[in-house]
């Protein structure tokens, strides 16, 4: 390998795209963002994450030959059926490297907590609860039928639902204005009317105005807002069920977890989850901030792919750019 190298790594979530491109020494070298990745949510998802890669190719001053080795985690990659459009996010054209397609929670593991053993939580966009054990095994919520709907356009429809059922009362009347302003309706009379005609008729445009009112909801349980905490700890009480199962795969008594994405790191999910958690049934629970981003995540594990070592002064130097950190 030559010394102007590089590797690029890629975040690819519902929402967003992030490229970062950074030499074999761990320095940052540039950072994109984009639209998102999954084509389930967007169908620019090809050209969002084309476009992403070649201005950050450019920004780093780089081309596709300097690429040594690609890492993309790409939500919705969840069984080989959906091989064929995940991989086409990456054929740019002269982009011939080795290229390694996973799931946007293995980045976010291996930014979070360095590959060790452990349990991410993403609740955001998208819901998953993520684990790799003492043993090297990966074992998702997925894989054991199970899913936590915390996803921010789950609460909306949640809370939505239970405005339409007439289930508020006088703490509620603030979520119930911001829902019915959310919707431009100024009765639930109107709202139900929406609700018959399905709100939007395009899914992808109808889950992403839902998902824009999860902050309205997660605020609001803060707030003592009973609709909204029915609504949020039902989800709290999911993410736990997702926690405690994972955990029972780990030899030891003690896992750490780490917390990714808007919904699970708002004040109220993030405070009743942690007290939740704080009775574990399964194992005890160490909440740490993850060390590093999931677009970050993926640049390590572009260099571990090269067999290079994630040293000390590796870490120092990816930790230079902003974008490596969360928040």
């Not at 990456?90 to 982009?95: E, I, K, Q, R, Y």
């Not at 339409?164 to 009379?189: K, P, R």
């Not at 399964?282 to 640049?299: C, E, H, L």
Request: with cysteine.
């Amino acid at each position: 390998m030559q010394n102007g190298d590089v590797v690029i790594g890629i975040d690819g979530g519902g929402t967003h795209t992030r490229v970062m491109v950074a030499d074999l020494q761990g320095n940052v070298l540039s950072y994109v963002k984009k639209g998102a990745s999954f084509l389930h949510k967007d169908a620019n998802a090809k050209q969002n994450v084309h476009q992403a890669i070649q201005e950050a190719l450019q920004q780093a001053g780089k081309s596709p030959s300097q690429v040594k080795q690609v890492t993309a985690g790409i939500a919705g990659y969840d069984s080989p059926s959906d091989e064929e459009w995940v991989t086409s996010l990456t054929a740019v054209p002269g982009l011939h490297c080795p290229k390694e397609h996973v799931n946007d929670t293995v980045v976010a593991h291996s930014g979070a907590l360095l590959t060790k053993p452990g349990i991410i939580i993403i609740s955001g966009t998208g819901s998953n609860i993520y684990a790799v054990t003492e043993t090297g095994e990966q074992i998702r919520n997925y894989d054991l039928c199970h899913y936590a709907a915390s996803a921010a356009r789950f609460l909306a429809y949640d809370a939505t639902f239970e405005l339409l059922a007439g289930n508020i009362d006088e703490t509620d009347q603030a979520l119930a204005a911001a829902i019915l302003s959310h919707w431009e309706q100024t009765s639930v009379a109107g709202l139900a009317e929406l609700a018959r005609v399905g709100f939007i008729e395009d899914q992808r445009e109808r889950n992403r105005r839902f998902a824009q009112l999860a902050p309205v909801i997660t605020e609001a349980a803060f707030r003592s807002s009973r609709l909204a905490q029915t609504v949020c700890d039902r989800a709290i009480h999911q993410i736990a069920v997702g926690i405690e199962m994972l955990a029972a795969y780990f030899a030891s008594e003690e896992v750490k977890l780490s917390f990714i994405g808007s919904v699970i790191n708002s004040d109220y999910f993030r405070q009743r989850l942690s007290s939740t958690l704080q009775k574990g049934k399964n194992k005890q629970y160490r909440i740490v901030n993850p060390a590093f981003s999931p677009v970050a995540g993926a640049v390590l594990q572009a260099l571990s792919y090269l067999h290079i070592p994630i040293h000390t002064d590796v870490l120092h130097n990816l930790s230079l750019h902003p974008c490596s950190k969360m928040g």
